[in-house]
Every structure is written in structure tokens, then in C-alpha cells.
């Protein structure tokens, strides 16, 4: 039992990561339409803005994250001004085309900035870590959960209960009537940029402690977190983050008890099944057309 308890708090943290990104590439999708796959190679630069902070500027952990926080949100507007604007009116392949460019981009850049060879980057805690009974917790972990359960709950306040939540809500269910309305469309739209890449750069930071920072890490987490949104329903917050959750799970079990050398095959082979039997995900309603 002290074994599964284990490998359930440490699916869960995992899955927290992947939920993190899920949520940008639900918010993203709900505000154009559109999949942006550099969602998980902008986490990997969030990992390296702290990296960068703790290095060279030697902060503090807590104010090293702050500051990469702050630079992914101002990276997001110039992702969305940059990529997103000027394609906008040119229908969805050509941004999907262009946010693939611009992971393959981010990525190269790494390595020609920073090498290939992966980076160590201790936690705001060190290697501390507590016991729950006979489950070993490392104190990583418990932030990346704990993370997860503030940002949900932020994430349904700040859309049920401000003024600018409601407005990016009816930007992204019908623009057009948004834009009779007087809501600035354009701007809720950068702004939808600027927080879901800040909450993939708050991915990036929180498990820069737990993997290996590297060009690699973006493309790993691109993958999982699609595959999130996949099973929990494309364009649902509460299936983003219970679908990063499932499939946390799933890898770690399935790597444990099954083999590690496929562990990220498993979560993708229930990717598939989803796609055969229930493609709206767990939480998406079914559409249909009439002939």
C-alpha cells in the first residue's frame, strides 16, 4: 500500500504540470478557435527564465519564480501580438502551422543559447520532504499539487467573479456579438495570451526542480498536455485539469507496474481509446449535424 501511495502522489504532481498547460491550451482555444502547440515549449522557457534568475541574478527561489512569471506574461502579449494578430483573419491552419514553427524555434534558439546538455535546478525547498503515514512526500510535490488547487480555484473565481473574467468569456463563446457589446475583442485576446503563458511558465518553474531543464522538456510536456485536453474535453477547464490529472496517473502506474521504457505510451494509448469511443472527452458535450 506504502508503494501505490507513493506512485499516486507522485501521478499527481506529474499530472498537475500536464493540467497546468492543458488549462493555456483549453484558454487559448476557447478565445480563437485555434491549438497553440508552442503551449508546452513556452513552459520549457519558463523553466529557463528561472534558471537564468537563479544563476545569474542569484535570487531566491519564491523571487526567482515571480520574475520568470512576470517575463512569460510579457512574453505571452509579444506571442500574441507577433504570431497570433497578423494571421488572425487567414483562418485556423495557418496560426496552427505558425505556433508548430514557433515551438521548432523556441527550441533551436535553447540550444544555440544554452547547449543541449540538461540543467539541475534545486527546489524552493531543497530536497526536503515529509512522511503521510508510510508515504514518503517529497516537498515538490506537495508545492506543484498545492500550485494546482490555488490556480483552479483562482481560475473559477477570476471567471465567475470579475468584470474582465466575464468579458473573456463572451469573447470566446461568440466575438462578434462581444464586439457589438463593446468589449474590446483584440485585447481580451492578448490578454488570454499573456495568462496562458504565464501559467505555462508557472509549469515550466514548478517542475524545473522535479526533471531536468532542457530544449526537450517543452516538446514532453506539449504532448502530455494535448493528450489532457484530449481526455478531459477540448475546450473545458474542469476537463483540462482532471484529464492532466488522469493522465499523470496513468503514465506513473503504467510505468511502475507495466514498463517504464513505454510509460508515456500508455497514456497515449488511452488517448486513443478516447478518440474511438468517447471523443468529446469526459467532460465535453457531443455534437452533432444534421445531413
Known sequence: MSEVGQLLVAGIAIGSVYALVALGFVLIYRATNVVNFAQGDLAMLGAYALLVTLTVFHLPFWLAGLVSLGVMAVVGILFGLGLYYPLRNRGFMPIIVATIGASVLFENGIVAGFGASPHVVTGMFGTGSFHIGSVFVNDQYALLVGILVVVTAFQFWFFEGTLLGKKMQAVSQDKQMALLLGIPVGLMIVITFSYSTALA???????????????????????????????????????????????????????????????????????????LFRPQGLFGERVAEKA
Open 201 to 275: 511558465g508557472l509549469a515550466g518553474v514548478l517542475v524545473s526542480p522535479v526533471l531536468f531543464v532542457s530544449a526537450g522538456l517543452g516538446s514532453g510536456i506539449t504532448m502530455n498536455a494535448f493528450a489532457a485536453t484530449v481526455i478531459g474535453g477540448f475546450g473545458d477547464v474542469t476537463g483540462a485539469i482532471v484529464g492532466g490529472l488522469v493522465l499523470g496517473l496513468v503514465d506513473t502506474f503504467g510505468g511502475a507496474y507495466i514498463s517504464f521504457t513505454y510509460e508515456q505510451g500508455f497514456g497515449m494509448a488511452v488517448v486513443i481509446l478516447f478518440l
